[in-house]
């Protein structure tokens, strides 16, 4: 049966039990919201939903122009976080922000929050209306391993001191990624993880989980592999999983324990145990050297070129 032959006959009984016609509107935009704007059946060869029935988000799965008209509605607005130290600034920051721009939750309020260890090396860059810059200068730290985890803590802070008082949702980005696609209202969720382009299609046995049991972040087994480049949800959550994290990553220094994945690692063990709302699928970060396209047939975000040896020397 057709989702929408579901929304009639929801607008039927609403309407026979005496909802006056705006507050018939709203109900039905949160259920659509909810379930209704995503057609599970449109994508059969892929997985769709979890086992606990959140969405797996692909292309030709949702009506973007819905799910746009649902957050304009309730004046969604969105503050994105990326981190650009040392060497990452001058490789992926320019690109970056520059595509986000093209991109990322278009028609919504977004504030880019920038950390960085040289403010003054952060790029003009042209932003639409409702659209703003807030550049936060970190420490810098000699080892990227110690970059990669204190994320947590730095994310946590600048929640609970100014974007919970600004925006209802949160996402964090690794800087080196560039926007091809749309990357819209439909990613906006409760909590939300991304699927890992590289083990999506993998048997879980083969999954990179910390494996360690002195470690917080050992699994043993889990549902999905997620990647670290990409999650977010409503502040509260995100707040929630960082602080989880940041906790995690503190106890195992104390033990002398650094997790296989390090902060990636402590993410996947808080999604296993605090399910998320929403997964997007590896459209939403694609590295373009998998051969197996398949499924994918969109790239909203690609892995930039990665210079290892470069840019975490020195």
């Given at each position: 049966?057709?989702?929408?032959?579901?929304?009639?006959?929801?607008?039927?009984?609403?309407?026979?039990?005496?909802?006056?016609?705006?507050?018939?509107?709203?109900?039905?935009?949160?259920?659509?919201?909810?379930?209704?704007?995503?057609?599970?059946?449109?994508?059969?060869?892929?997985?769709?939903?979890?086992?606990?029935?959140?969405?797996?988000?692909w292309?030709?799965?949702?009506?973007?122009?819905?799910?746009?008209?649902?957050?304009?509605?309730k004046?969604?607005?969105?503050?994105?976080?990326?981190?650009?130290?040392?060497?990452?600034?001058d490789?992926?920051?320019?690109?970056?922000?520059t595509?986000?721009?093209?991109h990322?939750?278009?028609?919504?309020?977004?504030t880019?929050?920038?950390?960085?260890?040289?403010?003054?090396?952060?790029?003009?860059?042209?932003?639409?209306?409702?659209?703003?810059?807030?550049?936060?200068?970190?420490?810098?730290?000699?080892?990227?391993?110690?970059?990669?985890?204190?994320?947590?803590?730095?994310?946590?802070?600048?929640?609970?001191?100014?974007?919970?008082?600004?925006?209802?949702?949160v996402?964090?980005?690794?800087?080196?990624?560039?926007?091809?696609?749309?990357?819209?209202?439909?990613?906006?969720?409760?909590?939300?993880?991304?699927?890992?382009?590289?083990?999506?299609?993998?048997?879980?046995?083969?999954?990179?989980?910390?494996?360690?049991?002195?470690?917080?972040?050992?699994?043993?087994?889990?549902?999905?592999?997620?990647?670290?480049?990409?999650?977010g949800?409503?502040?509260?959550?995100?707040?929630?999983?960082?602080?989880?994290?940041?906790?995690?990553?503190?106890?195992?220094?104390?033990?002398?324990?650094?997790?296989?994945?390090?902060?990636?690692?402590?993410?996947?063990?808080?999604?296993?145990?605090?399910?998320?709302?929403?997964?997007?699928?590896?459209?939403?970060?694609?590295?373009?050297?998998?051969?197996?396209?398949?499924?994918?047939?969109?790239?909203?975000?690609?892995?930039?070129?990665?210079?290892?040896?470069?840019?975490?020397?020195?």
């Open positions: 049966v057709p989702d929408v032959y579901y929304i009639t006959y929801i607008q039927v009984i609403i309407f026979f039990c005496g909802f006056s016609k705006v507050r018939l509107n709203k109900l039905i935009l949160t259920v659509c919201q909810h379930f209704f704007f995503i057609s599970f059946r449109a994508r059969p060869l892929v997985q769709t939903f979890t086992s606990w029935k959140a969405p797996i988000i292309e030709e799965m949702f009506d973007s122009i819905l799910y746009d008209q649902g957050h304009t509605d004046n969604s607005s969105v503050a994105l976080t990326v981190f650009a130290v040392g060497r990452y600034l490789a992926y920051l320019k690109t970056f922000l595509s986000a721009e093209q990322f939750m278009l028609g919504l309020p977004v880019y929050y920038v950390f960085t260890d040289s403010p003054e090396k952060v790029p003009n860059i042209t932003l639409a209306s409702r659209r703003n810059i807030n550049i936060v200068q970190v420490e810098k730290h000699t080892r990227w391993q110690d970059i990669s985890m204190m994320r947590m803590r730095t994310i946590s802070e600048t929640i609970e001191s100014e974007i919970r008082h600004k925006f209802h949702y996402f964090c980005f690794d800087v080196d990624q560039e926007f091809k696609g749309r990357f819209g209202s439909e990613a906006l969720g409760d909590s939300v993880a991304l699927l890992h382009a590289h083990y999506y299609k993998l048997p879980k046995a083969q999954f990179t989980y910390d494996r360690n049991p002195k470690s917080k972040a050992f699994m043993e087994t889990g549902d999905f592999y997620y990647h670290a480049a990409i999650f949800g409503l502040w509260q959550n995100v707040k929630h999983l960082v602080d989880a994290c940041y906790l995690g990553i503190i106890e195992d220094k104390l033990n002398n324990v650094e997790a296989l994945w390090h902060d990636e690692s402590h993410l996947n063990k808080y999604f296993w145990i605090h399910k998320p709302s929403k997964l997007l699928s590896p459209e939403y970060c694609w590295d373009q050297s998998i051969w197996d396209k398949r499924d994918i047939l969109i790239t909203r975000l690609v892995w930039a070129p990665k210079h290892y040896e470069t840019l975490r020397s020195g």
